[in-house]
């Protein structure tokens, strides 16, 4: 006998009510899924970055001071390249590596400034005696370089970050260019550079020929200066939201400059990141960019032509960023 369906009875052809999803426990979801992702990222890209015992302790180093201070060197090496990029990128074959740019890059409440130290610099050098300041990397690596900056400087280096040849090309590569002015033409066969007068993108390439090149009347004082001007420019192409927020660009920029760059076994992916976001005031004009105030040249048998340093302009200058405070007047 047949059942009467009343109110209370399911109807048996009804599909049973399907659990809702609750939006915030997707949301949640897609975040757990975007953390866990950007930490394997970081840790993934902060892996690739080299390391070496760049800052040991010293008996009588420099004692802390406000600020962060970084040493930044461009070095020679040509690890990583083929006997083609050497070829195309006029770099010769020399084995092992030396200084091509030295620089101190120090921000903080008093402001954001890039220090070129002209490789010629006649310094003392510890264990060594006086000396151009690029031998000290040549005897010694990045320990007795960043030794010795702070000898002459009495300032305590931070952090360090170096990068040769071949990195440099690729990070200025994968951010598609650097816009450069150039105020009269460069002709350099031995760094690979022709370049017109004018303002222009530089390609990974040419950019090495004009940090390279010292076809300049006072050589490498003006080469420092071009390496300055262009440094500033990559920083500012790197950090920029057409660089950050454009996948093509971000991830070759962040996978070419970890893998290329050499710091501190003390630093990481994140203090690079803080560096780099730093210098971005020296573009923006709120920054300072300047060499260490030059005195005069000399020369010996031993060191060959080299550059001293004006010793009261310079201890003004190394105060200020002892101090953490803004450059005096006179000091450019």
């Known amino acids: 006998m047949a059942h009467a369906r009343t109110a209370e009875s399911p109807a048996y052809d009804e599909e049973p009510p399907r659990r809702r999803r609750r939006p915030g426990r997707l949301l949640a979801m897609v975040l757990v899924v975007l953390l866990v992702g950007s930490v394997a990222a970081y840790l993934s890209l902060d892996g690739r970055l080299r390391s070496e ?3 040991a302790d010293y008996e009588g180093r420099p004692e802390d001071t406000p600020g962060t201070n970084w040493l930044i060197v461009g070095s020679d090496s040509r690890e990583g390249l ?3 990029d050497r070829r195309k990128l006029r770099t010769g074959s020399a084995q092992g590596k030396r200084t091509d740019s030295i620089m101190l890059l120090h921000y903080g409440d008093g402001g954001t400034t890039l220090l070129s130290i002209p490789r010629d610099s006649y310094v003392a050098i510890p264990g060594y005696g006086e000396n151009k300041i690029n031998a000290a990397y040549a005897l010694g690596g990045s320990d007795l370089l960043a030794r010795t900056v702070e000898q002459a400087t009495g300032i305590r280096v931070d952090h360090f970050a170096e990068i040769g040849f071949g990195g440099f090309v690729g990070v ?15 002709r350099d066969p031995k760094a690979g550079l022709d370049l017109k007068a004018g303002c222009q993108e530089l390609s990974g390439a040419q950019a090495l020929g004009y940090v390279r090149t010292r076809k300049y009347a006072n050589g490498d004082l003006e080469r420092i200066k071009n390496q300055r001007q262009f440094f500033s420019a990559l920083i500012d192409k790197a950090t920029s939201p057409a660089t950050l927020f454009n996948p093509f660009r971000s991830v070759p920029l962040a996978w070419n400059s970890t893998g290329n760059f050499t710091v501190d076994e003390g630093d990481s992916l994140f203090d690079l990141g803080r560096m780099m976001l730093a210098m971005r005031d020296l573009s ?3 920054g300072k960019t300047l060499s260490v105030p030059f005195g005069r040249f000399g020369s010996s048998a031993a060191a060959g032509s080299y550059v001293v340093w004006d010793k009261a302009k310079s201890e003004k200058l190394f105060t200020a960023l002892r101090n953490d405070e803004p450059l005096p007047d006179g000091i450019e």
């Open 53 to 55: 015992a760049a800052l």
């Open 82 to 84: 083929t006997g083609a």
């Open 172 to 186: 200025v590569d994968a951010v598609g260019g650097v816009d450069i002015c150039v105020k009269k033409p460069i």
């Open 284 to 286: 923006g004009g709120d």
